[in-house]
């Protein structure tokens, strides 16, 4: 039970700093947080918010698509499809996570849940998901990214070590 809310806490953590730090950037912008609204409606975008280095800006931007904005091409049945996809993965990664995971895969897979469920939360919300982390070089850019999306790949690449280091104790 102890444990169960350690990743409970940690992964609620995540969609919490997720939604905290996109509710601040949509105050910023609009003056409000509206709790439903359709993203075309609210801000448009590229939404420049901040420059602080030579490779690195705060951004705003909307993301309908999947990972770097894949899917975004299959029209206005997208975000639905999006929603469904997800939930149906994260109620499967939850249930691995709490019944069937080793320790040392625990903490990597709340990172992936709960940032999972704070990209769910805003394509609920808004039907697209923001995005505002901006690193760039010269004129190229990495996809503008958030804390969730953050989270997401630090736990897989966790997530990996773990599974390597599993298998090796195994042998």
């Known amino acids: 039970m102890k444990n169960t809310l350690k ?40 939404y420049m918010i ?4 030579d ?9 309908p698509g999947a990972s770097f904005s894949l899917f975004r091409s299959i029209g ?10 997800t939930g149906a993965i994260i109620g499967f990664i939850s249930y691995y996570l709490f019944k069937k ?11 992936i849940v709960g940032g999972a ?19 760039h070089v010269g004129g190229w850019h990495w996809p503008a990214f958030n804390i969730a999306d ?3 790949t630090i736990g897989v690449g966790l997530y990996i070590i773990s599974w390597i280091i599993i298998r090796i104790k195994r042998k």
């Open 7 to 46: 990743i409970l806490a940690i992964l609620m953590g995540v969609v919490l700093l997720d939604q905290i730090t996109k509710g601040i950037l949509i105050y910023m912008i609009t003056g409000g947080v509206p709790l439903f609204e359709p993203a075309w409606k609210l801000i448009p975008v590229p």
């Open 50 to 53: 901040a420059q602080f280095t």
């Open 55 to 63: 490779f690195f800006n705060i951004v705003f931007t909307w993301n």
């Open 76 to 85: 206005e049945t997208a975000p639905f499809l999006i929603i469904l996809i």
């Open 101 to 111: 995971s080793d320790k040392a895969e625990k903490l990597p897979i709340a990172l």
């Open 117 to 135: 469920i704070g990209n769910l939360i805003d394509r609920i919300r808004f039907g697209a998901v923001v995005d505002f982390l901006d690193f």
């Open 150 to 152: 953050t989270c997401i």
